[in-house]
């Protein structure tokens, strides 16, 4: 059940109470694609970075090492010991980025496994089942993720496709969860706006998936080629048009700014591989601005990456030593940024919630940016 706790213009400030505990939104979502976070994230590392909700991919999963193996295994949160909130996604991203690897038809999608070639084919009802079987806290619907620019006949066809997949994925959540066997039968169902950057069929899906009643709701496609300005004009037309008193998740955003603008429109939860698969790369997130740990000027830095920063790496690694690490190619230095990216995150996540308890918000996200624009 999602409480709405208070409002700043459209900037919400909530929480989702679930089976496996209360989500505190605005959350940003740490993504562990194949149930682990890249970079050799532990369980132990997301609880001491403060993580509330840990993410992961249906479809990596059914490939390897499958959603049965799992099931048996007693579920995603045994699998991985971690018993916070987990949200699978359904899929359909696949569809848009395995592009090459798939056909899509009414009934579902056909694919060729990316791992070994094997034919795969996933509707809705195979999305809810596996994610069933995963036993996550949030399963997403089964969609498909129209490119940014397709021509407008192709994705107004695509979503309403999506929106009667939809239907098809709340029908059989309900049978999943009255099973006996089914291991969470708590599980949520977050539907997802489609329509790419026509905000008419955006606007027109966004009512008809609300009369749906579902537990939350996501926009989906954006962050996939159109602009910044054009991804904020979506969510603020489409926004006003799924219910306030749900959860609100925009999909696979994103850059510090693009969660500080999403959330002053009335986004709940973000997600974005961004931290992890940037920190891999040594470009790390701070509160003046994003820093190249690979540059010859932090060959003798002592300094932590952040004054001040209380996450493992600093709290007692230098710039030198993790720089050291990263261009030796030893896994550790890869880890230490990763943590020191999530743990930025996840602490911005509580930075805008004490803001938007204190009704501050708009004034801590001018801050912010402008803190971190002369090197973002």
Not at 2 to 14: N, T
Not at 93 to 109: H, N, P, Y
Not at 228 to 240: C, F, L, S
Request: charged fraction near 25%.
């Amino acid at each position: 059940m999602y409480k709405l706790l208070r409002q700043e213009g459209r900037a919400k400030r909530g929480e989702l109470t679930t089976v496996h505990g209360v989500i505190q939104t605005p959350v940003f979502m740490n993504v562990g694609t194949a149930a682990a976070i890249k970079g050799a994230v532990s369980t132990e590392d997301l609880e001491q970075i403060h993580t509330q909700v840990e993410l992961s991919n249906t479809y990596h999963l059914h490939v390897r090492p499958g959603d049965e193996v799992i099931r048996k295994l007693g579920g995603l949160h045994k699998f991985m010991s971690w018993d916070k909130p987990i949200l699978t996604d359904s899929g359909g991203f696949q569809v848009f980025s395995l592009a090459g690897l798939r056909r899509i038809k009414e009934e579902g999608v056909y694919f060729h496994s990316h791992v070994d070639g094997r034919k795969i084919f996933m509707g809705p009802e195979e999305s809810i089942q596996i994610q069933s079987h995963l036993a996550s806290t949030i399963a997403m619907a089964f969609d498909e993720c129209a490119p940014s620019k397709a021509d407008r006949s192709y994705v107004q066809a695509s979503v309403d496709r999506t929106t009667r997949w939809l239907a098809r994925c709340r029908q059989e959540m309900k049978r999943m969860n009255s099973l006996e066997d089914t291991i969470n039968r708590e599980q949520m169902l977050f539907g997802i706006n489609q329509g790419a950057v026509y905000a008419d069929i955006r606007v027109e899906q966004a009512k008809r998936i609300a009369e749906m009643n579902l537990d939350g709701y996501a926009l989906g496609g954006l962050a996939v080629g159109e602009s910044h300005e054009e991804m904020y004009y979506i969510i603020e037309e489409t926004v006003p048009y799924l219910p306030v008193d749900k959860p609100t998740y925009l999909m696979g955003v994103g850059t510090p700014a693009n969660i500080l603008e999403g959330v002053e429109r009335g986004i709940d939860f973000f997600d974005c591989v961004y931290p992890s698969r940037n920190g891999r790369h040594g470009h790390l997130y701070t509160n003046t601005g994003k820093i190249n740990l690979f540059n010859a000027k932090y060959e003798l830095d002592e300094s932590p990456i952040e004054e001040g920063c209380g996450c493992p790496a600093c709290r007692r690694y230098s710039r030198a030593y993790i720089r050291h690490l990263l261009k030796a190619g030893e896994m550790l230095g890869m880890r230490l940024c990763v943590l020191h990216n999530l743990y930025f995150y996840n602490t911005m996540m509580e930075e805008i919630r004490d803001a938007l308890d204190r009704g501050e918000f708009s004034s801590y996200k001018r801050n912010k940016l402008e803190k971190m624009s002369p090197k973002s």
